[in-house]
């Protein structure tokens, strides 16, 4: 019992973390960025720990199918953020999110989801990479860590994400 409810409360904690990390877009702007990255490091943590401690628990989390749209919903916060700091640009913001949400309509797959997500992640690494560098090496050593530990489920998963988006893009219309 004590893993699912710790599960569920990472699960809640990701979902307050992405409205902070709007917030000091919006009250703060560039200056709370070193906050921002710390805040992200933290949302992204505590997604790679609720899974383990949910599959330990006898019986699903309450909070475990909208685990999917929690990491969404940080990851547009986090671009959210850049962006209303100005580190991303208004237009290139405006046009990617209307062109991912044409996409997703579309496609209705989570890996054509999970695609549109890789571009955000990789931006906002290189963009803390480079206004807060030691935060961000910490976070890149946890995500090798964690990658290392969980080197099977990893494996298994960006395979299936993969094939499935293989078989997206050559499937006939």
Request: proline share 4%.
């Amino acid at each position: 019992m004590i893993y699912r409810l710790l599960a569920d409360f990472l699960t809640v904690l990701r979902m307050a973390i992405a409205g902070i990390i709007v917030y000091l877009g919006i009250r703060f702007g560039a200056v709370a960025f070193p906050y921002a990255v710390v805040l992200v490091a933290i949302g992204w943590v505590s997604d790679g720990l609720d899974g383990p401690l949910a599959r330990r628990s006898k019986t699903p989390t309450r909070l475990g199918r909208f685990d999917f749209l929690v990491d969404v919903t940080l990851t547009w916060a986090t671009f959210t953020y850049l962006t209303l700091a100005g580190f991303i640009p208004w237009p290139l913001a405006v046009v990617y999110t209307l062109l991912t949400l044409v996409v997703v309509a579309h496609f209705q797959r989570k890996s054509v989801i999970v695609a549109l997500m890789r571009p955000i992640d990789l931006t906002s690494g290189i963009i803390a990479l480079r206004h807060a560098p030691e935060v961000t090496l910490i976070f890149i050593a946890w995500l090798i860590g964690l990658g290392v530990v969980r080197w099977r489920r990893v494996k298994t998963r960006v395979r299936a994400w993969l094939q499935d988006l293989w078989l997206l893009l050559h499937q006939k219309s």
